[in-house]
């Protein structure tokens, strides 16, 4: 009888909200006019491309560690506009030769972005995937679609992967906190779908919330059984939280896990390199080194900083 050997391999997830990843074109059936060459941010191709390099260079960073470096298997990404976007991203920007393949929303948010996710064909298998879309409720906006992916890991288990874009605090917290529990809410029925064909089942939801610990749809998602791994997460060089807000960090993107996913993490954090931030000149101390701050143009990477969650996979032979 042969003798079989566990080996355990590291699967890399990342998060991130790329802080308005747009291209150059009008699309007519969105107000996508904020980004645009004769917009008030010049959004032109040079200021475009170099923003693309700049998320590529932030990606291929956060495979890093104490043990060496290898491209994350995965990862999630909020604020992009189209296939347009990602297509350059994985192919033309300095990730083309990482071959990463990607799955997208279509949603109807006005504005036109969307979340994405986007993995490495080594580590991981599409099998099923879709959009959920959030039905609006009185005085809410068509919002972002959930995106939905199901798939096979190196260890031929299926993992399923849920991206989200919550509405925005526009209009104050408590006036789009109900927005936001809509989104929490037509989440955690999907999530409960799965679950009642196979409670061990490996879970992953991540995005970014626009809550921070303890508000409700957080909570919400918390007691009906997701654990927030990236709860109260901090990085190396300063960073407590993954936004910053008037001189105050707190973290908007979240990485929630199933039970049987979260026996499996090594670690979470923020990744906050040094290239990332920057002085923050109003507060003191540091913050994201975001692209634009109002109209003016900084040349930067985004205003949220990536979530970092490494887990073991184990493999047979």
């Known amino acids: 009888m042969a003798l079989l050997t566990l080996l355990l391999s590291i ?12 291209d150059t ?6 107000n996508d006019t904020e980004f645009l060459p004769d917009s008030y941010h010049y959004w032109n191709n040079a200021r475009y491309w170099r923003k693309l390099n700049h998320i590529g260079q932030e990606i291929i960073a956060c495979g890093g560690d104490s043990a060496g470096w290898t ?14 976007v990602m297509r350059d991203l994985t192919k033309r920007s300095l990730l083309r030769k990482a071959r990463y393949e990607y799955i997208m929303t279509n949603s109807p948010d006005e504005r036109g972005i969307d979340v994405a996710l986007m993995y490495s064909p080594f580590a991981f298998r599409p099998i099923n995937h879709h959009s959920i879309r959030i039905q609006p409720i009185k005085n809410m ?3 972002r679609d959930i995106l939905y992916v199901s798939g096979l890991l190196i260890d031929d ?18 006036h789009s906190r109900p927005f936001r529990m809509a989104v929490a809410e037509r989440l955690m029925a999907s999530v409960d779908s799965i679950r009642v064909l196979s409670p061990r089942v490996r879970i992953i939801v991540a995005g970014d919330f626009n809550d921070y610990v303890g508000d409700k749809s957080l909570m919400y998602i ?7 791994v990236s709860e109260n997460v901090i990085g190396m060089h300063g960073a407590k939280g993954t936004y910053r807000y008037k001189g105050k960090w707190g973290s908007l993107d979240h990485i929630f ?3 049987s996913m979260q026996l499996l993490l090594d670690s979470c954090y923020i990744f906050d390199a040094p290239f990332l931030l920057t002085d923050d000149e109003k507060y003191g101390g540091l913050q994201p080194r975001r692209n634009f701050n109002g109209g003016q ?3 930067g990477f985004s205003d949220h900083l990536p979530l970092i969650a490494r887990f073991r996979v184990g493999v047979e032979e």
């Open 25 to 30: 074109q009008h699309d007519s059936l969105k």
């Open 222 to 228: 918390g007691e009906r059984g997701l654990q927030d």
């Open 257 to 259: 896990c199933s039970l």
């Open 157 to 174: 288990d299926t993992l399923h992967v849920f991206v989200v874009h919550a509405p925005s605090r526009s209009g104050g917290e408590v």
């Open 141 to 143: 906006r068509p919002t």
């Open 297 to 299: 143009y900084n040349n």
């Open 71 to 84: 491209l994350p298997d995965m990862v999630a990404l909020c604020e992009v506009e189209n296939d347009t």
């Open 11 to 22: 699967f890399t997830f990342v998060e991130l909200n790329t802080e308005n990843l747009f």
